[in-house]
């Protein structure tokens, strides 16, 4: 099995020193690392090169354009197995092993297998509520799985690009990433996708990883800072484009019309500052989510 790790940057080198030896001090170690450095300016290039990774340097991207180059290069490497991860990703040093473990369960029956996601923790030991997963009910999804008998792992939703393992025969049968989502959402949405297409998502909660956020939330478009509303720029489109994916016209719609009328009544009453920036926020991407139409790129 050859597994091949992904690492996403953009100006965090302390981090992605971290992240890269947590890596190399892994109990398996990957077949190959691969850096796919969003055009860092922070010394980040000068280090990569001491180090025994595979460098990509591209214009920044965002992270979605980063797993979308990163996973192209690790499938034309050869690669069985995709490890991703972000630059402020640190695994415990059995991560991958945990991983792969579960994998030896299912023997011949690897290719029924999407992803795998690791459990993912903030400093103090809690779980990261950004990167919280949660369990597969929706019998009808679960019908369209080629694998649900003998399954001792919990079936997931979706899983996060904070320590994901990813089965190459996904890769082959969904495509890459939507780049054009730039940040926010990517993860979520290949997720789903690959579920839908059959391939099952499970979570191995041994195999644990520290993601080094400054704070342990989720993103609030109610409660965070306007240091983030560039974020929401994105996320918030994507959101609605997922959703028009995995749900439908109809649930795209009501979702549209709760964004475009309600929601700006709701921020204007509860947040207690920079209500206007976000109120514009909701109703520009709510517009663009309409005409917005990115390419679902193939392998």
Request: some cysteine; overall charge positive.
């Amino acid at each position: 099995m050859k597994v091949i790790t992904v690492i996403v940057t953009y100006n965090r080198l302390q981090l992605l020193k971290r992240c890269v030896n947590a890596v190399i001090d892994q109990t398996m170690s990957p077949n190959e690392i691969i850096v796919i450095n969003n055009g860092s300016t922070d010394g980040t290039v000068a280090w990569l090169l001491e180090q025994p990774v595979t460098t990509f340097t591209q214009k920044n991207e965002g992270g979605a354009g980063g797993f979308s180059a990163g996973i192209k290069l690790a499938y034309d490497h050869s690669a069985d197995w995709i490890w991703l991860m972000d630059d402020d990703t640190i695994p415990q040093n059995d991560a991958l092993q945990q991983l792969a473990s579960a994998l030896k369960e299912f023997q011949s029956r690897h290719h029924n297998i999407g992803f795998l996601s690791s459990y993912v923790q903030w400093t103090d030991g809690n779980i990261h509520e950004m990167n919280r997963t949660y369990l597969l009910n929706d019998k009808s999804k679960i019908a369209k799985l080629k694998i649900t008998s003998g399954v001792n792992l919990p079936l997931i939703q979706f899983g996060t690009f904070v320590s994901m393992l990813i089965s190459s025969k996904a890769v082959e049968k969904v495509g890459l990433p939507i780049k054009d989502y730039f940040i926010w959402n990517d993860d979520v949405e290949y997720s789903k996708r690959i579920i839908a297409n059959g391939l099952a998502g499970l979570r191995v909660d041994s195999s644990i990883t520290l993601h080094e956020t400054p704070i342990n939330s989720m993103s609030s478009v109610f409660t965070d800072t306007y240091a983030q509303l560039w974020k929401y720029r994105f996320g918030m489109r994507n959101e609605l484009f997922t959703k028009r994916l995995q749900e439908g016209e109809l649930q795209f719609w009501i979702t549209w019309v709760h964004r475009m009328f309600i929601m700006p009544f709701r921020l204007a009453i509860y947040r207690k500052n920079h209500r206007w920036p976000f109120i514009k926020m909701i109703w520009k991407t709510s517009l663009q989510a309409v005409r917005f139409r990115p390419t679902i790129e193939k392998v």
